[in-house]
């Protein structure tokens, strides 16, 4: 009797090993490799490096920020002036630096002043409100995320940005469709439309439109802030936030005067030239570009922020 | 009209600039498995930038000890990784110009690196992509389509493991993507 036991035991766990061995473990994971570093790795390679002029760019800014951070740091541990003053005056270079690069409602802005009627006095109402929205927009969110809404974390933080994008796009979209029609109204082939489209310069005027640029919080002064608040310092943070402002009026109205300068040019031709059709032509053919660059700016921001939500 | 055109050239030239700029910069870098079969797996390596790092330290390093404890690199799971692991880890792979399927990351983890006070996340792919007849062009970017986020690749050759594989050529471009062939 247990010799029956052990060999139906012995019966049973031959026939589990077939079985067994058909069931096929789950490769174990290669080990994570040592940290990795820039210099590090074969040089057999036969390794051709692109060098890129936009890598190059977010790099600098990357220093820029950091730098920022670091001072931050060093004002974290007790108040030093001339410590601030590095950081304003640095954050006003990095400003104008980080202004200079894609975004900040540059393409925007050269749209709205391609078309007529448009004045230097427009251009710097327009640049301060968008950048003091732009901006204010961020300390504003700071404070919210760091009180009531300090349940909004990580990702999350960004998606609201995103939302804010997904409703300037749709704003700037408004404006353009809105120009177009007006354009189209006024639009008189007969010799040239002299009266500008908008009316005289008033901030009021360009409220509107500077609303629809820059409700989209600036993100590096949103970290800024919220940094600055973080570290107890939130009065450095908010020196920092105005001089990356300023900076940000003085590239937007730069932009702006350029813009208003190339187009002025093209109607000076245009008056010259009376007798000849093409500056004619080419002076509406302008106002309609950039009108219609706003639509599909506007459709585009909108587009990317809404994929992203 | 010569002067005309290259005004009207500078007014639309910026059409090139239409993407917006981004405000988070990481640093990838690659490390791939072969086997006899193929390619099994990459691991990725992201550094974030001191800014961004000192947000998510501040979120998630909750003891304040400068050391990510398992819950604590879950919550940097929960707030950081989970969206950006459902949507492809802003990752796209070829192999010969057919994209593959990206993967759900494993053994994901964060690390505070002390000396420069950045933040480290590492995230394993699984692929199953075995040799094939001819070459093997495999491309391997990182990129956010909505600019947010910067890639740049500062590796400067192909790290690999594994014997049987032997790469030919190394295509590296810093803003974000490796090719090679093998």
């Known amino acids: ?309 | 009209m010569k002067k005309l055109l290259i005004v009207l050239l500078l007014l639309t030239a910026p059409l090139l600039m239409i993407y917006s700029h981004p405000h988070i910069n990481i640093h990838a870098y690659t490390y791939y498995y072969f086997d006899n079969k193929g390619l099994i797996g990459l691991y990725v390596q992201w550094i974030y930038d001191p800014l961004f790092s000192s947000q998510i330290i501040y979120e998630c390093d909750t003891d304040e000890d400068m050391v990510l404890s398992a819950d604590e690199i879950e919550q940097v799971r929960s707030y950081y990784f989970t969206r950006l692991s459902s949507d492809g880890c802003f990752t796209r792979i070829t192999l010969d110009r057919t994209d593959i399927p990206i993967p759900t990351p494993l053994n994901f983890s964060a690390a505070i690196d002390k000396e420069d006070e950045v933040v480290i996340f590492t995230f394993y792919l699984p692929l199953e992509e075995p040799y094939s007849r001819g070459k093997n062009r495999l491309t391997v970017a990182f990129a956010d389509p909505t600019n947010y986020t910067a890639f740049i690749c500062p590796q400067r050759a192909v790290a690999v493991e594994g014997a049987t594989h032997k790469i030919t050529d190394v295509y590296i471009n810093r803003l974000g993507s490796i090719a090679f062939t093998y």
């Not at chain 1, 007529?116 to 950048?131: M, N, P, W, Y």
């Not at chain 1, 409703?167 to 353009?176: A, D, E, P, Q, Y």
């Not at chain 1, 310092?233 to 940000?248: C, E, I, P, Y």
Request: glycine content about 8%; proline content about 6%; hydrophobic content about 50%.
């Open chain 1, 1 to 309: 009797m247990k010799y029956a036991v052990f060999a139906i035991v012995c019966i049973i766990l031959v026939s589990i090993i077939p079985v067994w061995a058909q069931v096929v473990p789950s490769p174990p994971l290669p080990p994570p490799p040592p940290k990795l570093e820039s210099e590090q790795g074969p040089t057999t390679q036969n390794v051709t490096l692109h060098g890129n002029l936009a890598a190059t760019f977010y790099e600098l800014q990357m220093k820029g920020s950091t730098f920022i951070k670091k001072q931050m740091d060093i004002l974290r541990e007790g108040l030093d002036l001339k410590t601030l003053l590095i950081i304003t005056f640095f954050s006003l270079g990095y400003g104008v630096f980080h202004a200079l690069g894609p975004g900040h409602g540059k393409l925007i802005i050269m749209s709205f002043f391609m078309q007529e009627g448009t004045t230097k006095r427009d251009a710097l109402s327009l640049s301060v409100i968008v950048s003091i929205i732009h901006s204010s927009g961020a300390i504003l969110l700071a404070l919210l995320f760091q009180t009531i809404l300090d349940s909004v974390k990580g990702m999350q933080q960004i998606r609201v940005q995103y939302g804010f994008t997904l409703f300037s796009g749709i704003l700037v979209m408004g404006i353009g469709i809105f120009y177009l029609i007006r354009l189209i109204r006024e639009h008189n082939p007969v010799p040239k439309v002299q009266t500008p489209i908008l009316p005289e310069s008033s901030w009021k005027k360009n409220l509107i439109i500077g609303f629809s640029i820059g409700v989209v919080p600036c993100p590096l002064s949103l970290t800024i802030m919220m940094l600055s608040i973080v570290y107890g310092v939130f009065w450095v943070g908010l020196t920092s936030v105005l001089a990356l402002t300023l900076a940000m009026v003085i590239v937007l109205y730069g932009i702006s005067i350029a813009t208003i300068k190339s187009r002025d040019y093209v109607e000076q031709r245009n008056t010259l030239k009376k007798s000849s059709p093409i500056p004619t032509a080419i002076s509406t053919i302008i106002s309609y570009i950039g009108t219609i660059l706003l639509i599909v700016l506007g459709f585009y921001f909108a587009y990317t922020a809404g994929s992203a939500l």
